[in-house]
């Protein structure tokens, strides 16, 4: 059974910085050949996809994200990373990573961002 487990979320005032990582497991989930996502799902709204990486390491990323997040993978420990700077109010949600473009995976228990003054 393959597994996401998300990490880096916390409390952080407007302007201010978090880097995201998502750590993959389970031996039938080969993560380097996988395109992988960055969703979030913030209070009352549908989930978002924010950034994806292809396995080569090409990326894209949502207009309203765009300049200000950084996605980036490292294969060899399985894990996908989202640099989050500049950081705004309305960027508060759970934050998720998954397979893309299709989710795949199990969803993991996500990391909540917050920002706030």
């Known amino acids: 059974q393959a597994q996401l487990v998300e990490s880096g979320g916390g409390l952080v005032q407007p302007g201010g910085s978090l880097s995201l990582s998502c750590a993959a497991s389970?031996?039938?989930?080969?993560?380097?050949?996988?395109?992988m996502g960055w969703y979030r799902q913030a209070p009352g709204k549908q989930r978002e996809l924010v950034a994806t990486i292809t396995s080569g390491g090409s990326t894209r990323y949502t207009d309203s994200v765009k300049g200000r997040f950084t996605i980036s993978r490292d294969n060899a420990k399985n894990t996908v990373y989202l640099q989050m700077n500049s950081l705004k109010p309305e960027d508060t949600a759970v934050y998720y990573c998954?397979?893309?473009?299709?989710?795949?995976?199990?969803w993991g228990q996500g990391t909540q961002v917050t920002v706030s003054s």
């Open positions: 998954n397979a893309w473009p299709e989710a795949t995976v199990p």
């Open positions: 389970g031996s039938i989930f080969i993560f380097k050949i996988y395109a």
